[in-house]
């Protein structure tokens, strides 16, 4: 596939074997606290362990973020998706047995976040590398298919929970969870339909290696002590832009090789393969911060909603399934109905993110206040699931409409990194002041307050306005402008 070619073809098989994969293994996630609610009461687990279970695993994914550029280019997206898939599964299946705070750690966080990280990683990079021109639209397809999972499955689950227990509904959850086989099975490498261009531009190099060849043996009759300034003229001779880059590749391999002081030091190369410098962007910087603090309070709050009902609201299991349920609903509502919204009003991505905080936090702030009402609940799930499914399509675009393509896999890791350390940092603090309080009103307070830091800080670094925003990362590559602006 020629890169004229992408957003078509096969571009749209990938984007099901994404989908198929976000059904099969995220339901343990998004359903973690009505799974989990009985046996973590019945073993003594308080909201801060409780916190301290949902952000290890999340920092454990995250971490997987730093290897994710140097994975991708010895990987194939099928490989990946392949290994993160059998992880997940055996993750599941120990979890099923887990019935100590230590058992948990090692099964959820350890071995079910390992996995779920690397599945990220060739879900992420399959898409953003098939789609360039129609990204939004096949984003905005997958997690709006994706959000048809959470809509049905905390009903399954409360049937499953009630005629099988935790352990037996891990199980099924298990067998769930392999049907991520087939998506992998759909995600073909990119890079075997690039085979083509590669060998053009190989051949073209080895035919202008073979002409300065014979300039070299010119040259070197009467000047052999001086074959590093030919192959430096040589290279300051090339006029075309690609083979300059591909020569001067291998005109720094062959002095890493000849020339003994000219050894590079370690931490500059990881710092090189890691592609560090985008670190040096101050909004890079502040789009990564503010969405790792917006997303650590965000995510616990969905997921600890199950604890958070059953306090403030007095629910049964039952009718926190349908409540989640209906969230779910308005989630998937908002997927498909906000892209259209903003595409027509010409709203931006980070704008559009923001807008979705402020809801959330909106949401929250009812719930805290008048929560003892099941029609103030009800209400609040629509508000919160709005939010939610706006925030779920436009926080995936974010990135990737900010940097290169070629910088998009260690820009993404970088963020996961961030999520990652402020997950374990910033996450149990939340189920601590709960802790303190005796009560998740404090607590939603203070998840409001994380939410909102994101937005303040967007606003002083010109992130955030409420007009369009065209920024993007400068020095990226020609090819990169047909990326949609943010």
Same mark, same amino acid.
């Given at each position: 596939?020629?890169?004229?070619?992408?957003?078509?073809?096969?571009?749209?098989?990938?984007?099901?074997? =994404?989908?198929?994969?976000?059904?099969? #293994? @995220?339901? *343990?996630?998004?359903?973690?606290?009505?799974?989990?609610?009985?046996?973590?009461?019945? @073993?003594?687990?308080?909201?801060?362990?409780?916190? $301290?279970?949902?952000?290890?695993?999340?920092?454990?994914?995250?971490?997987?973020?730093?290897?994710?550029?140097?994975?991708?280019?010895?990987?194939?997206?099928?490989?990946?998706?392949?290994?993160?898939?059998?992880?997940?599964?055996?993750?599941?299946?120990?979890?099923?047995?887990?019935?100590?705070?230590?058992?948990?750690?090692?099964t959820y966080c350890v071995i079910i976040g390992i996995g779920?990280?690397? #599945?990220?990683?060739?879900?992420?990079?399959?898409?953003?590398?098939?789609?360039?021109?129609? &990204?939004?639209?096949? !984003?905005?397809?997958? =997690?709006?298919?994706?959000?048809?999972?959470?809509?049905? !499955?905390?009903?399954?689950? +409360?049937?499953?929970?009630?005629?099988?227990?935790?352990?037996?509904?891990?199980? %099924?959850?298990?067998? /769930?969870?392999?049907?991520?086989?087939?998506?992998?099975?759909?995600?073909?490498?990119?890079?075997?339909?690039?085979?083509?261009?590669? /060998?053009?531009?190989?051949? +073209? /190099?080895?035919?202008?290696?073979?002409?300065?060849?014979?300039?070299?043996?010119?040259?070197?009759?009467?000047?052999?002590?001086?074959?590093? +300034?030919?192959?430096?003229?040589?290279?300051?001779?090339?006029?075309?832009?690609?083979?300059?880059?591909? $020569?001067?590749?291998? @005109?720094?391999?062959?002095?890493?090789?000849?020339?003994?002081?000219?050894?590079?030091?370690?931490?500059?190369? /990881?710092?090189?393969?890691?592609?560090?410098?985008?670190?040096? +962007?101050?909004?890079?910087?502040?789009?990564?911060?503010?969405?790792?603090?917006?997303?650590?309070?965000?995510?616990?709050?969905?997921? !600890?909603?199950?604890?958070?009902?059953?306090?403030?609201?007095? $629910?049964? &299991?039952?009718?926190?399934?349908?409540?989640?349920?209906?969230?779910?609903a308005a989630d998937i509502t908002g997927r498909l109905c906000?892209?259209?919204?903003?595409?027509?009003a010409g709203w931006t991505c980070r704008n559009l993110y *923001?807008?979705?905080?402020?809801?959330?936090?909106?949401?929250?702030?009812? @719930?805290?206040?008048?929560?003892?009402?099941?029609?103030?609940?009800?209400?609040?799930?629509?508000?919160?699931?709005?939010?939610?499914?706006?925030?779920?399509?436009?926080?995936?675009?974010?990135?990737?409409?900010?940097?290169?393509?070629?910088?998009?896999?260690?820009?993404?890791?970088?963020? !996961?990194?961030?999520?990652?350390?402020?997950? %374990?940092?910033?996450?149990?603090?939340?189920?601590?002041?709960?802790?303190?309080?005796?009560?998740?009103?404090?607590?939603?307070?203070?998840?409001?307050?994380?939410?909102?830091?994101?937005?303040?800080?967007?606003?002083?670094?010109?992130?955030?306005?409420?007009?369009?925003?065209? $920024?993007?990362?400068?020095?990226?590559?020609?090819?990169?402008?047909?990326?949609?602006? *943010?």
């Amino acid at each position: 596939m020629a890169r004229d070619k992408t957003d078509e073809g096969w571009a749209w098989a990938i984007v099901v074997g =994404v989908t198929v994969i976000n059904l099969a #293994v @995220l339901p *343990v996630q998004q359903c973690f606290g009505l799974i989990f609610a009985e046996r973590f009461t019945s @073993l003594g687990i308080t909201a801060t362990q409780t916190s $301290l279970i949902l952000h290890l695993n999340g920092t454990i994914t995250c971490s997987l973020g730093l290897i994710s550029g140097p994975m991708m280019k010895r990987f194939a997206f099928r490989q990946v998706a392949y290994f993160g898939g059998l992880t997940i599964v055996l993750g599941i299946c120990t979890a099923a047995f887990a019935i100590s705070l230590p058992t948990l750690i090692i099964t959820y966080c350890v071995i079910i976040g390992i996995g779920q990280g690397i #599945v990220f990683l060739s879900t992420s990079l399959a898409l953003n590398t098939y789609f360039r021109k129609k &990204r939004n639209v096949a !984003m905005g397809f997958s =997690v709006t298919m994706t959000g048809l999972g959470p809509i049905l !499955m905390p009903l399954l689950i +409360d049937v499953l929970l009630e005629n099988y227990a935790t352990t037996g509904t891990l199980l %099924i959850l298990a067998g /769930i969870a392999t049907h991520s086989f087939i998506g992998a099975s759909l995600l073909r490498p990119f890079e075997k339909q690039k085979e083509i261009i590669l /060998i053009d531009k190989t051949t +073209d /190099i080895l035919k202008e290696e073979k002409i300065w060849g014979k300039t070299e043996a010119s040259c070197a009759e009467n000047e052999a002590n001086k074959q590093d +300034d030919i192959v430096q003229c040589r290279l300051l001779n090339e006029e075309d832009a690609e083979k300059e880059k591909q $020569l001067n590749h291998c @005109l720094e391999n062959s002095k890493a090789k000849m020339n003994k002081n000219g050894r590079t030091s370690f931490l500059k190369n /990881i710092a090189t393969n890691l592609d560090l410098d985008l670190l040096r +962007d101050s909004r890079y910087t502040a789009i990564v911060l503010g969405m790792s603090v917006s997303l650590v309070a965000e995510t616990n709050f969905n997921v !600890m909603i199950p604890f958070v009902l059953a306090e403030l609201a007095n $629910l049964n &299991r039952t009718s926190i399934a349908m409540v989640m349920s209906i969230q779910a609903a308005a989630d998937i509502t908002g997927r498909l109905c906000v892209p259209l919204l903003a595409q027509k009003a010409g709203w931006t991505c980070r704008n559009l993110y *923001v807008i979705s905080l402020l809801g959330s936090i909106l949401g929250r702030t009812i @719930l805290s206040t008048w929560g003892n009402s099941y029609i103030i609940v009800i209400g609040v799930s629509l508000i919160v699931g709005l939010a939610k499914g706006t925030k779920a399509v436009f926080q995936a675009l974010i990135i990737p409409d900010y940097v290169p393509l070629e910088k998009l896999p260690s820009a993404s890791g970088i963020q !996961m990194v961030c999520n990652g350390i402020l997950s %374990i940092i910033v996450g149990p603090i939340i189920g601590l002041v709960h802790d303190l309080t005796d009560n998740y009103v404090g607590a939603l307070y203070f998840t409001s307050l994380l939410s909102l830091s994101c937005v303040f800080l967007w606003s002083i670094s010109g992130l955030w306005t409420p007009g369009k925003n065209n $920024l993007r990362l400068t020095q990226q590559n020609p090819e990169d402008n047909i990326h949609q602006n *943010v």
